[in-house]
């Protein structure tokens, strides 16, 4: 049985402004919170219509109807767990050898969709704009599928960010030099922009090299890619190239 | 003013079972309906609440109210147009250079990410399976941004089409050959599987390429990549190494 008061209290974590007060955020489904908890996080709450699977500690444990787990679920369709973990904290990193750093990313499923990118590629840490989605925000949590944890993402002033760092700074531009003739290095920052407007144009004057993605085909109306897909190749050609 | 059988009949066009009935498929967006008659498409029906723009045809143009377009879309958010085109008829070639073929897709996002994909690429054609979602669902006709009439998209039995061809069929697997090392040719089919259970052992045993994308850092439990993410990394190593 849950109480209204708790209800309360995990329904508003689906809102940032309630997850920045209480530094927790929630994540849905048995498979993707023992992925988080394969990563070393303790879940604060734990809520289950199922019986208390292996690692989950007593004391935040309770059993839930599934109209119940209804009322706390941010899903249309919940699964049969929801749990609550506490925000981490992390530090930027001015030594890592890839950073990927996002400047205004507003769609969830993209977000998601990068971090999940990040953590296969082996990225060191992800540096947000203030202004990009909340990657505690429910859609993208169930977006990443346990990758959350398994990168360091960290909201900041980008511009500052990469003032301070001793890296060449790549960014996506349209009109920039075709990726597959570049020379990656192996220690770099990766800048990718926002869905409709690009990189800033403060941003843009910290680039020190601008990179993109050749069209083929001969249809020039061709929308640009989509940030999540042009992220993929690029990490792609990072890795290809400074790992042969 | 929109008569009551016209909001019926257009309505019907969100299911796939009316839009096989009636041939026809509805787009939305001034911006999207542009794009394909950039393309040659020309609209069967076209409603905006604004004047009638530049190439839509008299015959064809309604000027309606906000909420009367309300009634009629598929959007939680309507545009200011809705129209809708006939469904083209392509016929499945077997001397295209470079065909991608999808095996089940079930995610409209994914399908319509692709369909950009191989539109930005210069993908001959796209041939799916029959149970690939229908590319003419109104989730994929908005993802596509266009690219819907810049690509022939075949559904059939994507099997007998594999067997009558006479060119290298790569597929991607998790265990496959690390694509960076792959001799890729100009010429060839790329065949990408479900989300859930990628290429089924029917298509599997047809696939004469087994590659992968490898994973890099030290997390194993890692995802693998999404479907669409991976056709952009795949579709771009097939254009860096053949043209080059």
Redesign the interface.
């Known amino acids: 049985m849950i109480s209204k008061s708790e209800i309360k209290y995990i329904t508003a974590l689906h809102q940032k402004k309630y997850r920045q007060q209480h530094q927790l955020f929630i994540a849905e489904g048995p498979k993707l919170i023992a ?1 988080l908890m ?2 070393g996080w303790v879940p604060a709450y734990y809520f289950t219509t199922e019986d208390r699977a292996e690692g989950v500690p007593e004391s935040v444990f309770q059993q839930v109807s599934a109209s119940e787990l209804k009322k706390i679920s941010a899903l249309k369709t919940p699964h049969t767990a929801l749990a609550a973990f506490r925000i981490p904290k992390y530090r930027v990193q001015n030594d890592a050898s890839l950073t990927v750093v996002l400047d205004s990313i507003r769609d969830p ?1 993209n977000l998601g ?1 990068i971090i ?2 990040c ?5 060191h840490q992800l540096v947000c704009s203030v202004d990009t989605v909340d990657c505690y925000n429910p859609k993208v949590v169930q977006a990443t ?3 959350l944890a ?1 990168i360091p993402i960290i909201y900041t002033d980008v511009a500052s960010f990469i003032e301070t760092i001793d890296l060449p700074v790549y960014g996506a531009f349209m009109d920039g030099e075709t990726v ?1 003739k570049s020379q990656l290095p192996d220690r770099a920052v990766l800048v990718m922009g926002n869905e409709a407007n690009g990189i800033s144009e403060q941003l843009s004057s910290l680039v020190s090299h601008r990179i993109s ?7 020039q ?3 640009s ?2 940030v ?3 992220t ?2 690029l990490l ?2 990072f ?2 190239t400074t ?2």
Chains 1, 2 share one sequence.
Do not use: K
């Open positions: 992925d394969a990563s499923g969709t999940r990118l953590d296969w590629f082996g990225v599928m346990g990758s398994r597959y993605i050749p069209q083929y085909g001969a249809n109306e061709t929308e890619l989509n999540a897909t042009a993929a190749i792609s050609e890795r290809r790992e042969r």
